[in-house]
């Protein structure tokens, strides 16, 4: 049973170390995932201001091209009506000097093509398609680590659902050592017509002992829960059955019991011995040693 009990709870201890290590690692790609993430949207940002502002650019070129041939229409219109209006001048009287110089119109259709010229610049040092590659392999990435995480994710809940499986088998077990010890206390108890019951507080680790003197006509009042009412013949007595109870759940090859029975007077020792070489006889897979400045005999 000890070896079992000591074999589950190295795998329980492994099995937590695994989880501390999966744990960190969920935490070190939950990081990296983080960063991916961040990286990816700063990069769509990026690329929606660049296509944001390649629209507004093309719009603008749209604008500036539509106002360019309207101006000039209308500066061919103007010309005409300036042409007709010189010759119908003419046939009435001689030219006279124009008061706003022709270069007016010129100037007007130099600084339009000059502010077309301006938005086109701001765009030549950008690469749209070299930004959509970027998006591209930040997606990938993202999506190569959402699985790693889904996979260390299932392995940690895999882990977690074995480990409590560990942990019911291991309280079964110690369930059952405190059952067995307690009902082999009694049997123990009851050489010495005595009957006794174990009490095992696993979460306080505390081990209570009660005794009841099986007198007739017993009441409540035989009942004994403080080892110290009990004389030191009794209390020694109860000690060895104790220890005989765990040594029974106990895989141990050797059990030594030294001065056991220094505070028993003779009718205990008698009944401890009797008790002890009947124990011995029937586990003869395991040694006892007995020291003890009394005769065995």
């Not at 990081?31 to 929606?48: A, C, G, I, P, Y």
């Not at 309207?70 to 500066?75: L, Q």
């Not at 659902?161 to 291991?170: E, F, G, H, P, Y």
């Not at 011995?280 to 040694?287: D, F, I």
């Amino acid at each position: 049973m000890i070896r079992r009990r000591n074999a589950l709870n190295r795998e329980q201890e492994e099995h937590e170390r695994k989880m501390s290590e999966v744990n960190r690692r969920i935490h070190t790609l939950e990081t990296d995932l983080n960063r991916l993430k961040r990286q990816q949207d700063q990069s769509m940002d990026r690329l929606m201001q660049a296509k944001a502002k390649q629209v507004k650019a093309t719009q603008q070129v749209g604008r500036l091209d539509g106002e360019i041939a309207r101006k000039a229409a209308e500066v061919a219109a103007a010309a005409a009506q300036v042409q007709d209006s010189v010759d119908k001048a003419s046939s009435i009287c001689g030219r006279i000097e124009d008061v706003e110089h022709p270069s007016y119109y010129n100037a007007q259709i130099h600084e339009l093509n000059h502010r077309m010229t301006v938005e086109k610049a701001q765009f030549d040092h950008m690469d749209l398609c070299e930004l959509e590659l970027d998006v591209q392999e930040k997606a990938g990435k993202l999506n190569q680590k959402a699985i790693e995480f889904k996979n260390l994710s299932d392995n940690v809940h895999h882990v977690s659902a074995m480990l409590v499986k560990r942990k019911l088998k291991w309280a079964a077990l110690r369930k059952e050592i405190a059952t067995r010890t307690s009902l082999g206390f009694n049997k123990f108890m009851m050489k010495r017509d005595f009957a006794g019951k174990l009490k095992f507080d696993h979460t306080g680790q505390r081990l209570d002992v009660a005794v009841v003197r099986n007198k007739e006509g017993g009441t409540k009042l035989s009942v004994v829960n403080d080892m110290k009412q009990l004389s030191g013949g009794e209390r020694s007595f109860t000690q060895v059955s104790l220890l005989m109870a765990l040594g029974e759940c106990i895989e141990c090859p050797f059990r030594v019991m030294d001065e056991f029975d220094v505070f028993m007077d003779s009718i205990n020792r008698t009944l401890t011995l009797k008790l002890l070489i009947e124990t011995a006889k029937t586990e003869a897979t395991k040694q006892f040693i007995f020291v003890t400045p009394n005769d065995l005999r």
